[in-house]
Nanobody, 127 residues
Framework: QVQLVESGGGLVQPGESLRLSCAAS????????IGWFRQAPGKEREVVSC???????FYADSVKGRFTISRDTAKNTVYVKMNNMKLEDTAVYYC?????????????????????WGQGTQVTVSS
């Protein structure tokens, strides 16, 4: 069964860093695009970052220069390192994938493209 599990969320102060993990099972994530999304209370789910099968990355303007997405093939895991966190980063963070298609160059930004989602991990930034 295709499954994604997020971990690494928690409480941090502004300016601190967190790294979230997305562990994949039931498929090899090297051949799939992986997206990171977040959803704050009362807000629509929005793209944070994504990575294609060829390693092409995308970052939302709100996190560009602060967040870094990466992939560890041996661990079948995708990470997002979040630096210099801000209050506005508070949200539930989800990873997602579409194991039925291969996106070589551009990872999709639209959450409707993704078929498999993790359960989410809470990130709270508070002073």
């Amino acid at each position: 069964q295709v499954q994604l599990v997020e971990s690494g969320g928690g409480l941090v102060q502004p300016g601190e860093s967190l790294r979230l993990s997305c562990a994949a099972s039931g498929f090899t994530l090297d051949y799939s695009a992986i997206g990171w999304f977040r959803q704050a209370p009362g807000k629509e789910r929005e793209v944070v970052s994504c990575i294609s099968s060829d390693g092409v990355t995308f970052y939302a303007d709100s996190v560009k220069g602060r967040f870094t997405i990466s992939r560890d093939t041996a661990k079948n895991t995708v990470y997002v390192k979040m630096n210099n966190m801000k209050l506005e980063d508070t949200a539930v963070y989800y990873c997602a994938t579409d194991p039925t298609e291969i996106y070589y160059l551009d990872c999709p930004r639209d959450p409707k493209t993704y078929d498999v989602w993790g359960q989410g991990t809470q990130v709270t930034v508070s002073s």
